[in-house]
């Protein structure tokens, strides 16, 4: 009798070893991140790119159907709206939005609350504008910009989501943050930054994310690649984070080429970002440089690189992970 309850209790033993390695093995970090697919991502874009948007412009029909594509998708993934329950919006009144838009527009916000400390917030930006379309009818699709960095950001917090699910979600809160009136002059991200429903000295950093579907022309012989802009103009210490996060773990090159202060393009003042960093928050923007596509109506989403959008949405994944989970708190060390 004996023999049979050690037989037993060592059958137990292992299977209950066998299942906290398998739940292990489903909680990595890297298992999550590699559940931002190329193909997921394809079939968003095919939809949030597609022409019944109409190019999504501020105000329009077409940029209303964006907002509630985003909302139904945190509603579906079971992610909290910060604002009210089922009130993903944060409405933005046409007279702030400048003479030549006549209707409210929106900004999209949906929140993963941190485990531990979750006052401390990191902010995920992308804006879901683009340029709308023509009198004749053409449709300025935007794929690129920014319908990569949107559905990228969607795909990030469903792995978030994920990790939530398994008890292992983040220890600091992450508010995923689409924003409107970007092509009209960053209107969205300056409003939330005016009107933020988290303060902004509990905001650690802004990762925010402007076309990361396509490959610059200059990069067509190393397309792993992805340009970081502002990474280390307000903290080091995120900065280097960042490039241990994609030494471990991605390995794309990291280009600053328009990181540059005497940068002519000057692209650190021209997306969401921007609207942090004039706050004092650490910054970075992830970016894949101008294609002869930009801001043209055959900014489609055949062209999109999807593997290598993915394998870049994945970086953006695994540092907001670093950031949401590391034992300090990130902060503008640049500033002291």
Aim: a negative charge; one cysteine or more.
């Amino acid at each position: 009798m004996k023999y049979v309850l050690v037989v037993v209790f060592t059958i137990l033993t292992l299977s209950c070893n066998s299942a906290q390695n398998a739940n292990t093995k489903q909680t990595n970090r890297v298992d999550y991140a590699a559940t931002i697919t190329a193909a997921d991502l394809k079939t968003h874009l095919y939809t949030f790119a597609g022409d019944a948007f109409e190019g999504r412009m501020t105000g329009t029909d077409g940029q209303k159907m964006a907002a509630e594509y985003l909302r139904n998708f945190y509603m579906d993934q079971g992610i909290a709206s910060p604002i009210d329950e089922n009130n993903y919006y944060q409405v933005i009144p046409a007279s702030y939005l400048g003479r030549r838009i006549t209707n409210d527009s929106e900004n999209v916000l949906a929140y993963i609350q941190g485990s531990e400390k979750p006052e401390e917030v990191i902010v995920l930006s992308a804006h879901y504008d683009h340029v709308g379309k023509r009198e004749d009818g053409t449709i300025y699709n935007g794929a690129d910009d920014d319908g990569s960095g949107t559905v990228a950001m969607l795909e990030i917090a469903e792995a978030f989501q994920k990790a939530v699910k398994d008890g292992n979600g983040p220890k600091r809160s992450i508010l995923f943050l689409h924003v409107t009136g970007e092509e009209i002059g960053l209107y969205g991200s300056k409003y939330y930054t005016e009107n933020p429903v988290f303060p902004l000295e509990n905001t650690l950093c802004n990762l925010n994310t402007d076309m990361i579907g396509r490959i610059d022309p200059d990069k067509a012989d190393n397309p792993n690649y992805i340009y970081l802009i502002g990474s280390d103009k307000l903290s080091e210490e995120l900065h280097q984070l960042s490039e241990e996060v994609n030494k471990t773990y991605i390995n794309l090159e990291l280009d600053y080429k328009f990181n540059d202060d005497n940068d002519p393009n000057r692209f650190y003042y021209r997306s969401d970002h921007y609207n942090f960093a004039k706050n004092n928050i650490p910054v970075i923007f992830y970016f894949n440089g101008v294609h002869e596509d930009y801001h043209k109506p055959t900014d489609t989403p055949d062209k999109i690189e999807y593997e290598l959008m993915a394998k870049r949405a994945q970086l953006i994944f695994q540092t907001t992970w670093e950031v949401a989970n590391r034992e300090e708190r990130i902060t503008a060390d640049k500033l002291k």
